[in-house]
DNA sequence: GCTATAATGTTAGAAAGCTGTCAATTTATG
DNA sequence: CATAAATTGACAGCTTTCTAACATTATAGC
């Protein structure tokens, strides 16, 4: 599990560490021999195939040797040409953007082998993913469901437990009929028992710690409750049983692998009913408040 | 250039020749057994990150053995793992696998008035925020008491309880002696008895609900029960009690303004306690796991 | 509960990919 | 045009990746 060690990038000259794949490129055309230019343009016009390639199939089509391309990668501060393509799988890069300027300023502070440098660059990375699914029509479907239905649950074990248990309390600010689904009792009659069509489930799931997610979700299925799923990339039952299925990136920097992410996706999620449902939302919030302070005996400002 | 040969693809039984990687994993998803599902959902979750991978990095992330990823890829019809790139690369190869490109798509869809794409402009903004934080001495000055102190306490109050409550379930795989502070028993006795130099607090406040924090916050200062502070902009008192105060960043795009990015913080808090501790972690995580199963009947992997 | 069959893992060896050494070639310089 | 320096390729050996044969485990039928 944590064993990974990508941070140390063996770069003799010690330079920079941070750049992305195409700027390394840009930066060596100045300098380069024929055969690495021939090699960096090839690359920088083939960015999105080159996972695809390897040493061999790169010499041959660029038109050098193997050695080469292996020489080339090194003299850009890799080591091999799969490191160069393992930056690539999750390197933003350097383009210009909103927060550009910042977030170059913060890697430029931590020139060596920062761990946080590449954890906020795995997080981005993730949280454009993240916001790619958002756009998808389950997503829309399972927004309008949340929004709409009677009554919600949400479930979430071991590991997962605190999300579901978070989301669970938000969404209650949203709307009304809102739980976390107990493990408590021991069944989970008052999911499974809910009259036809007055409920949902919302599952957050991973990989490892429990299979008390699976039983519930073929419980719920049979109980013909639709079910959301948010899980990572290992969960091996969620195309049968649920309606939609929402995967996380997982990464393997963090201790918590994809429970950062599914936080930021659930955030999302909560937005998402929370545009759906309407301004009458901040109305419910006050009320609650309200409720709140008179048994607390403290009020909002 | 134009060795490729994809119309051949050796299939014994003839069938469908020209599908799409996607459809076919799909479609196997009906027949396959336990580990080929297993594989077939990871790639369908992973099918940008494929390129990237060998059957061996596959095949321990699945959980699998290599041979049984080659025997998979055999029953879709290529007759190896390095030819289902291949397709791959013809189907969506034009794709940008670059995060990059993909942030960049995003962004220009912000100029026709996407909200997603404005709001995820700022949550990366955001997010770049937070792990400056991350670099404060204050924040390794938290870290490690968190890591250290016998007893950690955790508050928050109305939309902020359910992220007190979801750090303090987390933080409890990563030590003992973790609870939530509740407003159950109307008064914080178990926080504010507790023995001198023995308990910390982390409380999580925004501005708006609720004032039961500062009054939380002034108690404890009084019982010298050092106190981590995590809060938005609007937050006048925190200097005067907190020995730590992070103040997220707090935008108007998102309903929940500031709690996404609480959330991030939180997430990025629990895994730097995890570097503290190191990895005697993974031992506590296996033995409450192990405790968890034996209570519900269901155990890990 | 036993046997037959299918599914999966293990091991070992073949193939492919990568790097180091050294020789051939090109380029730079006088 | 000659010579030195740099660049590049060819080959060999090492590492990784993949596959084929066999062993083991799980599943199904009786």
């Avoid at 906020?120 to 927004?143: G, M, N, P, Q, S």
């Avoid at 028992?193 to 719920?220: D, G, I, N, T």
């Amino acid at each position: 599990m944590l064993e990974s060690c990508q941070f140390m990038k063996q770069d003799a000259k010690g330079k920079e560490m941070t750049e992305s794949v195409r700027a390394r490129l840009s930066d060596s055309l100045v300098t380069a021999t024929n055969a690495e230019k021939a090699i960096a343009n090839y690359m920088l016009a083939n960015l999105n195939g080159l996972p695809f390639e390897t040493s061999a199939t790169l010499a041959a089509k660029v038109g050098v040797s193997e050695p080469t391309v292996g020489r080339f990668c090194r003299s850009l501060g890799y080591a091999r040409f799969k490191d160069l393509k393992a930056d690539l799988r999750d390197n933003i890069g350097d383009r210009p953007w909103l927060v550009g300027d910042r977030l170059k300023e913060f890697r430029e502070r931590n020139l060596e082998g920062d761990m946080l440098a590449r954890s906020l660059d795995l997080e981005i990375a993730a949280l454009v993913r993240i916001y790619e699914i958002a756009h998808t029509k389950e997503w829309k479907r399972a927004v309008k469901r949340l929004a709409t239905m009677p009554k919600v649950f949400a479930a979430g074990f071991q590991t997962e437990r605190g999300m579901a248990q978070y989301f669970a309390n938000q969404l209650q600010y949203l709307r009304p009929d809102v739980s976390l689904a107990d493990v408590a009792g021991g069944n989970f009659h008052e999911i499974l028992m809910a009259p036809p069509k007055s409920a949902c489930l919302v599952l957050f799931e991973a990989r490892r710690y429990s299979q008390l997610a699976l039983s519930l979700a073929r419980e719920a299925r049979k109980a013909k409750i639709p079910i959301t799923l948010i899980t990572d990339a290992f969960c091996d039952w969620g195309h049968d049983l649920a309606d939609e299925m929402f995967v996380v990136p997982t990464e393997f920097d963090m201790f918590w692998e994809s429970t950062a992410q599914m936080a930021s996706l659930g955030n999302l999620l909560l937005n998402s009913i929370f545009n759906e449902l309407g301004v009458s939302v901040e109305k419910r919030m006050n009320n609650v408040s309200e409720l709140h302070g008179r048994f607390t005996g403290y009020v909002g400002e």
